[in-house]
């Protein structure tokens, strides 16, 4: 069959192990994800009583327009609903983005390493993908833009970077949005934003208000502790919108993701409670990360990218033996580091020990 020349040979997404495949193939008892960045306390506890009364007629499409998140999300945010696009997770906007401005002839500019699927997205498209180190493990924007030229359609920003967890500051990315050309498509990939606190990243919103060539991307499925609903959102001027829009598929959220999310956007409490129980979880990596020596990348998310100073596929092989699951850096683009979710008190103790006696068979602390 005629196949297009760029996805010969191309991998599917490998995402972390399911928990039930590792239970079965180690005979566990218990395994505990920390890989996929997901919310150790789950969701709102309103969820869990939106879905216990649950009378939806599940024969009926949902509402394509998403028109009461819509409305939810832009009372939230103070924007308007017409600024506003739904997708199946952000990946899906990733996904509707690429699809409108990517082919190609074109090509398109990010950090490296950073999120996998801007890249993956852009060579389905058939674009040049133009890669920038980071440095220190932040965002080098000065190389970006000059990566920048004639032919650039999109430049992606994630920020908070996957996998390192650093930030862009809101100093260098004013200078940066200012510099982009007006013709190129700044994403602004902010799916970790409900856990920062370093006071050098400023609301963004005002940005997209100034610059029409800029979007902001947000996702229910991380703070929110929503992945398995698969809501994302943008946010944009409307002609930005209006232009994506008839891109996206016509029932790209269920009726259910839906109605969790509003539930889940009125109860910022939890995401308060969650925010400050990952700043304790995150000093605990930290602190031993210190006591051992151990590079580590300053977080400003629910998961800390660190050194372990042996094979990072083999110490990730080994956390699974004792029933934990974790990124090895090797397959986010920094080998000798492991990439962990932040979990409970309990559960970062309990990893962290395990790792601790990981390391020393493997001689790190020899
Ligand atoms: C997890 C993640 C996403 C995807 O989130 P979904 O909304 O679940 O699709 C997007 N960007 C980054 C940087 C992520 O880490």
Redesign the pocket.
Known sequence: MRWKQQIQGMKAYQPGKPIDEVKEMYGLEEVIKLAS?ENPYGSSPKVKALLQSDATNHAIYPDGYAQNLRTAVANHLQVKENELIFGN???DLIAIITRALLYPGVNTVMADPS?SQYGHNAEIEGAEVRKVPLIEGRHNLHAMLEAIDDKTSVVWV?NPN?PTGTIVTDEELKAFLAKVPSDVLIVL?E?YIEYVNDPTYKDTLPYYKQYPNLILLR?F??AYGL?SF?V?YGIAQEEVIAKLDPIRAPFNNTVLGQAVAIVALEDQEFIDFCREENEKGKAQYVAFCEKHNLNYYPSQTNFILFEVKADSNVVFEEMMKRGFIIRSGAALGAPGYIRVTIGTEDQNAKFLLLLEEVLTEQGVFA
């Open positions: 960045n997770g952000s990946d999120f994630c996957n990939d799916a996702t499925s991380k992945a698969r994302g």
